[in-house]
């Protein structure tokens, strides 16, 4: 009898404090699947991530190894190779940056079109494949992709999912998940849903683009800031026997403070001054 309580008390403790498996929220991947996210987002589908981190680390080995041989300065040498290492990792999110933007500026098309289209009596399935055709440039690709995938399958549903791993995009999440449910449940509001839609990403996109206008100029001025005393550094290494004194330990010393003090004063700005964005809330 005592084997037993002390079962059934520890039943009950057990079921109070172990967590509850059931993912709660949003689900969030790792540092390599952002990474294929940002590639996917940026235009390199067929690029991993294996494949970025190799090109930043030969960037930073290179980089690193021609400034050495010149100034016969390891800290400099290091400094430079950090900022080439780092550089194909920030063109990919620069990249990815700017075509959602161009993204947001072109979806309430895309879903006009798709209204259009079921306006006029097209099935779903022929209604997104005529973006391929008839949509947003930018578009087409990954909607002619959707085309071919599902005249060789015919299953919608993996094809919206494989529709959705190619854009990688929270508008293009809402949009599938749309689609999805109408086809599943069926219904006549779909012709709304859709038209408010495209009147929220319109407005969406005109308030952004005039707060981006507003703050461009100051995230301009703090990126100018920050790169001002690397610049000077580069300039200095025109003549070796300037940077000598940067081979010290007082000297690698002022090199790893100016970094850490310009890398935190860079991500300080970018955390006060960057627009939220959208989440990809249904991926």
Aim: glycine letters at 10%; charged letters at 20%; one cysteine or more.
């Amino acid at each position: 009898m005592g084997l037993a309580l002390g079962c059934g008390l520890f039943l009950l403790w057990w079921a109070c404090w172990v967590p509850d498996p059931t993912p709660r929220g949003p689900r969030r991947g790792g540092a390599g699947q952002r990474l294929r996210e940002q590639l996917a987002q940026a235009g390199y589908e067929t690029v991993g991530p294996g494949v970025l981190l190799a090109c930043c680390l030969a960037a930073f080995g290179v980089v690193g190894l021609l400034v050495e041989a010149a100034i016969r300065v390891v800290p400099v040498a290091l400094c430079f190779g950090g900022m080439a290492g780092y550089a194909p990792l920030a063109l990919v999110r620069s990249r990815a940056r700017r075509r959602r933007a161009n993204l947001r500026e072109l979806w309430p098309d895309a879903v006009d079109n798709i209204t259009s289209g079921v306006r006029a009596g097209l099935a779903l399935p022929e209604a997104l494949s005529q973006l391929a055709v008839r949509g947003p440039e930018e578009l087409r690709p990954a909607f002619l992709a959707f085309a071919e995938d599902y005249r060789s399958s015919g299953r919608f549903h993996d094809c919206l999912d494989r529709l959705k791993a190619t854009l990688s995009d929270p508008v293009g999440d809402r949009l599938v998940e749309s689609l999805r449910i109408a086809r599943e449940v069926g219904g006549s509001d779909l012709g709304t849903l859709l038209r408010t839609l495209s009147a929220f990403l319109r407005e969406d996109s005109r308030t952004r683009s005039e707060l981006e206008a507003r703050q461009g100029w100051t995230v301009n001025a703090a990126r100018l800031a920050v790169a001002a005393p690397w610049v000077v550094l580069a300039m200095l290494c025109t003549r070796p026997e300037s940077v000598q004194a940067y081979a010290t330990a007082t000297g690698t010393l002022v090199l790893l403070v100016g970094a850490v003090v310009s890398l935190a004063a860079y991500r300080i700005m970018l955390v006060v001054a960057r627009l939220p964005d959208d989440e990809r809330v249904l991926r």
